[in-house]
T-cell receptor, first 114, second 108 residues
Framework: DTAVSQTPKYLVTQMGNDKSIKCEQN?????MYWYKQDSKKFLKIMFS???????INETVPNRFSPKSPDKAHLNLHINSLELGDSAVYFC?????????????FGPGTRLLVL | GQNIDQPTEMTATEGAIVQINCTYQ??????LFWYQQHAGEAPTFLSY????GLEEKGRFSSFLSRSKGYSYLLLKELQMKDSASYLC?????????FGSGTKLNVKP
């Protein structure tokens, strides 16, 4: 069984469109994250949620809106897509917040904005 | 700001030992992680250090010196499947800051 799953795996869309990426974890973890990995392979944290509450909201354009309907799900909606949004988006989860918590990553969603 | 530096790329021979270094400057520190990421795949956890010293896990070891803001990942008995990117990440008050990763090429 996949621990952290994301859909879709690939997303190709036009500039200006609105799209959503879904993430689910079946590990029973309390904390979930969204990361963006750009072409230079930097992984940058975007958001984290703990028990459905937003904990971290990095400097991300407000076109990006996360939603956590329950502890096991964290979705990412992106409005008015721009060329610079092209990247791989990874969802991750950890048991809890805290320094020693290992993160488990989903397979990634490869977004290409044309 | 937060700064994490790793070499961009390294090459080593199958069966050899390789050390991948990571230096960091962050406003806080709650631990340092190493992740492995094969091309086109998700990062997977390798090791965690929060206290100074060496942590050994099979063929992989990780070292931390908090006073120097320095860590390394040591891979022994290299195998072809170890060809991947290795990401250093610092946890700073529930935020994870990742380096850009070191791409390791293992040659026969």
């Amino acid at each position: 069984d996949t621990a952290v799953s994301q859909t879709p795996k690939y997303l190709v869309t036009q500039m200006g469109n609105d799209k959503s990426i879904k993430c689910e974890q079946n590990l029973g973890h309390d904390t979930m994250y969204w990361y963006k990995q750009d072409s230079k392979k930097f992984l940058k944290i975007m958001f984290s949620y703990n028990n459905k509450e937003l904990i971290i909201n990095e400097t991300v354009p407000n076109r990006f809106s996360p939603k956590s309907p329950d502890k096991a799900h964290l979705n990412l909606h992106i409005n008015s897509l721009e060329l610079g949004d092209s990247a791989v988006y990874f969802c991750a989860s950890s048991q809890d917040l805290g320094g020693g918590e290992t993160q488990y990553f989903g397979p990634g969603t490869r977004l290409l904005v044309l | 700001g937060q700064n994490i530096d790793q070499p961009t790329e390294m090459t080593a021979t199958e069966g050899a030992i390789v050390q991948i270094n990571c230096t960091y400057q962050t406003s806080g520190f709650n631990g340092l992680f190493w992740y492995q990421q094969h091309a086109g795949e998700a990062p997977t956890f390798l090791s965690y250090n929060v206290l100074d010293g060496l942590e050994e896990k099979g063929r992989f070891s990780s070292f931390l010196s908090r006073s120097k803001g320095y860590s390394y990942l040591l891979l022994k008995e290299l195998q072809m499947k170890d060809s991947a990117s290795y990401l250093c990440a610092v946890n700073n008050f529930n935020k994870f800051y990742f380096g850009s990763g070191t791409k390791l090429n293992v040659k026969p």
